[in-house]
């Protein structure tokens, strides 16, 4: 998939106010300070399309952007970031359940994970809350060029171990990508592109 057009249309934290197009959406979701700005931007090749920041919790917002004029990328808060505040972290996430839930135009949701870490409980306790309530999802390894490619297998493989142990019988498909030197970007795309096709087929 070549993108052409890249818009943003809305922010808010009602999932009533999203957009009424029938159109196909694509949630990416992670931790505070996973790379998901910066993943956005270069998926986009728009540079400042999604707002980066060296501060954690930037995005406190459902952001939707338009692509190509036939599919919404969905930019959603991160989540278990310490120095937002209690009450405020939960309202992050009674809205981010919300949109999750009642959204029926989402097709898929992309959950970032830092390559560089192990297993985090909030991440696997994300993917749990997903599994138990049918929607789908895949993994996207963040920051790969960070690591060794020994260390990145390595790591891919111990999550995989754990995530089969505790969570699921299979690992979910994953995408390693990095931000800095476009890996992943091709198959990201192809894939939204693959599911894009899959959907107008279905109407």
Known sequence: MIIKSADFVISN????????????????????????????????????LAKTSGKPGKTQLINHFKI???????????????KVSKSKRQTFQEFIKDYFLQRQQLVCSFVLV???LEPQKIDLEFMEFLGENGIPFCIVFTKSDK?????LNRNIQFYSKKITSTVWETMPQYFVTSASNKTGKDELLNFIDDLNQQVAENF
């Not at 106010?17 to 790379?35: D, M, T």
């Not at 690591?147 to 260390?151: C, T, Y």
């Open 68 to 82: 190509n004029n036939n599919w919404f990328l969905v930019d959603l808060p991160g989540y278990g970031y310490a």
């Open 147 to 151: 690591l060794k490619l020994s260390e």
């Open 114 to 116: 830092d390559s560089r």
């Open 13 to 48: 934290t009602n999932v009533s106010k999203c957009p009424k197009e029938q159109l196909p959406e694509y949630a990416f979701i992670g931790r505070s300070n996973v790379g998901k700005s910066s993943l956005i931007n270069m998926l986009t090749d728009k540079s400042k």
